[in-house]
């Protein structure tokens, strides 16, 4: 009998789109729906995996919206909200996949989702670092760094490297492989706690509270007296403006997120920009989806740094599906500190 | 005696630094003062010049500010101002130059000058084609076409190409190096008789008059219903936020000049910075003198095509050194229709 196979699924639901503004808790609700833990009969190729692991990116502030013509897709009114996550197989009804394995990519914010399309997830293979590692580190928010500093920044030995929102999912890692490549590395971020982390976990050379500088120009001048030779900006705005103005001729941005702007009817202005004439800087923004062919690589290069200590990762996780909604939303006023995620279930 | 070699030299000195604002003939004055034409006695690897033809060149607006730690130094009160122009070698203590050889470089707004320090100027070796050619299409305005085109925009047959300010100087030749690698062209310009230049001389696909465009990204929308692959950015500000908004995924846009900018006090803002991310573009500021190495690879290229007609250059000549500070200033008000130069002197 199917009720003998049904168990509950609990989801995060989407109540309403959120154009501008900060998301409430109340945009979003926590349903309890049921689901039979089979593929169901006739689809092929699909499979049906229980959620351990959210991860919460800045990026799904604009699925929040309604879009249109966007990369991305609107989350749907009445549907489950989905991102990244580390899932378990439960069942399978495709080659590539079997009861048990350990997966990561695009899954549904519920305890268990069936996967119709499982050719864009990452089979996970190496199963002796943190499972939750694979909701930053070593999954989107990592791939990002890596791509975003070694393919868009072409850094080099020496170079002064500023990262914004630094203590992120992103920041943390692009401040550790710029230390690693012998780079000077100032990162900035929203309070004492988090610049404490900058300079005493990740390593960072300096680092400061953006909250607490009434002049960004004057800050970066202090943390820059020569000039940037790197910035990677996970911010936009004021901060973005403030830079250009601080930049070294040859200078490189590297556009990964600006997250200052994500809840704004009006985006900042920048003035700034006349600057990247007489500098020669180039300005490039990226979407870590065209970089994904590098995951094996970056695995190759990440995975002993790891066990060998030489880069580190701070996570910030959330307890229980119910508590995704304050999670996600915690991005926008810098409450979490290091990657957020969501613990669904440990096993 | 002295007095036999001394002959008159007009000069176009410089009365005052201009920061903001539109500079004014009164800016500058016309004085007349003398000089020997020979290189002092003493002074090694010089040359004296006759001065034929000064280009007029929006860059020169900074140098009309007072300036520091500027990629260009600022003109000099009470002294001859400076720029692009082209010469006859009056006498040298240079084994590279002789009496009548031709040059292009940098020399002063005046009837004759004593260049110190000739090795930064180009040798004119094609005397077949006009002279003028020599402060723009195969100058300085020429290069940067070419540089900013080829070496900045990785342009591709069939691309979407937009050119602002594409009547002038350097956005004619885009225009035109476009159309011959097969893209799509639209260009945009400030009056009625620009516009047909586009259209009629230079082979545009389309041209817009945005002065009579009350919405530039309406404009834009009409002219690239499929959005833009490349934008040469020419003059900054608005344009530049509206193009943002009508970018291509994986565009490119070479930032060359801002000229709507360099009159103000407070830089216009740009808004729509943002969607460099999603739409992954990459835009860089250039100047083109870290591209002068490729000038004898241009002229191999530009040479042929002159000559078969395959490109067409417009220039605006202004009549004698007394005209120089209004053609300059002209440059800033959109004047001038193509490349405007100032004839010193035929021979």
Known sequence: MAGEESVRNKQVVLK????????????????????????????????????????????????????????????????????????????????????????????????????????????????????????????????????????????????????????????????????????????????????????NKFGFDAAFNYKEEPDLDAALKRCFPEGIDIYFENVGGKMLDAVLANMRVHGRIAACGMISQYNKEQLDAVHNLIYIIPKRIRMQGFLVTDFYHLYPKYLETIIPHIKEGKITYVEDKAEGLESAPAALIGLFTGRNVGKQLVVVSHD
């Open 16 to 199: 309403n789109h959120v154009d501008a503004g900060l998301p409430k808790e109340s945009d979003m609700e926590i349903k309890e729906s049921s689901i039979r833990l089979k593929v169901p009969e006739g689809t092929k190729d699909a499979i049906l995996v229980k959620n351990l692991y959210l991860s919460c990116d800045p990026y799904m502030r604009n699925r929040l919206k309604k879009l249109q013509g966007s990369y991305v897709a609107s989350f749907q009114i009445g549907s489950p909200i989905n991102g990244y996550g580390v899932a378990k197989v439960v069942d399978s009804t495709h080659s590539g996949y079997k009861k048990g394995d350990l997966i990561w990519g695009i899954t549904g914010w519920e305890e268990y989702t069936l996967i119709t399309a499982p050719d864009t997830l990452f089979k996970i293979q190496h199963t002796d670092v943190p499972l939750t590692y694979y909701t930053g580190l070593l999954g989107m928010a990592g791939m990002t760094a890596y791509a975003g500093f070694y393919e868009i920044c072409s850094p080099k030995k020496g170079e002064y490297v500023y990262v914004s929102a630094a203590s992120g999912a992103v920041g943390q890692l692009v401040g550790q492989f710029a230390k690693l490549l012998g780079c000077y590395v100032v990162g900035s971020a929203g309070s004492k706690e988090k610049v404490d982390l900058l300079k």
